[in-house]
């Protein structure tokens, strides 16, 4: 069974840095391509990020480029996502998602349960 | 980017009814379109992907169909658990967008 568990969430002061991880379990990492997806709580879903399996090809939203950086550490089955410069609009529940496909153009398959993270002074 | 509009932004049906769910894209996404599920207090679930394909462990009473611009989620007979947000999301070019979203609430 596919398992995807993030952390690192939490409050934290406009400007300032998180870095976010996901534990991965349950199938090959290293296969298949992984997301952020974040939702602010009532709202809609928004595409944060894309990393391939072997981490050569990489996306990000236009709202978080030069911000955030996504990675992966296929030896250890983990995700993460280094945020920087914060911004109030970043507050949201952020998803780890597993691709359906190892590459390229993507959906996501499976789903962690999310880490919260809200940016306030 | 490419812009997903769902309709309607909210249905109220009865278990057991049939239901049509659309989303429109501003520009043609070919056949890559996907349909997502998600309740209260959960992550989403994919459903269908490229248009008409469901995704492993989802019922028959699920499906897709559409090309192009406009794509459809049919559900043949409702069942309690469908009561939920469906969105839509393509993945023909970064950055993903999804629909914002049909709410399928009980009647």
């Known amino acids: 069974e596919v398992q995807l568990v993030e952390s690192g969430g939490g409050l934290v002061q406009p400007g300032r840095s998180l870095r976010l991880s996901c534990a991965a379990s349950g199938f090959s990492f290293d296969d298949y391509a992984m997301h952020w997806v974040r939702q602010v709580p009532g709202k809609g879903l928004e595409w944060v990020s894309d990393i391939n399996w072997n981490s050569g090809g990489i996306a990000y939203a236009d709202s978080v480029k030069g911000r955030f950086t996504i990675s992966r550490d296929n030896a250890k089955n983990s995700l993460y996502l280094q945020m920087n410069s914060l911004r109030t609009e970043d507050t949201a529940l952020y998803y780890c998602a597993k691709g359906l496909f190892y590459g390229g153009y993507d959906y996501f398959d499976s789903w962690g349960q999310g880490t919260l993270v809200t940016v306030s002074s | 980017e490419i812009v997903l509009t769902q309709s309607p932004a909210t249905l109220s049906l009865s278990p057991g009814e049939r239901v049509i769910l659309s989303c429109r894209a501003s520009q043609s996404v070919s056949s890559y379109l996907a349909w997502y599920q998600q309740k209260p207090g959960q992550a989403p679930r994919l459903l269908i992907y490229d248009t008409s394909n469901r995704a492993t462990g989802i019922p028959a009473r699920f499906s897709g169909s559409g090309s192009g611009t406009d794509f459809t989620l049919t559900i043949s007979s409702l069942e309690p658990e469908d009561f939920a947000i469906y969105y839509c999301?393509?993945?023909?070019?970064?950055?993903?967008?999804f629909g914002q979203g049909t709410k399928l609430e009980i009647k």
């Open positions: 999301q393509h993945r023909t070019s970064w950055p993903y967008t």
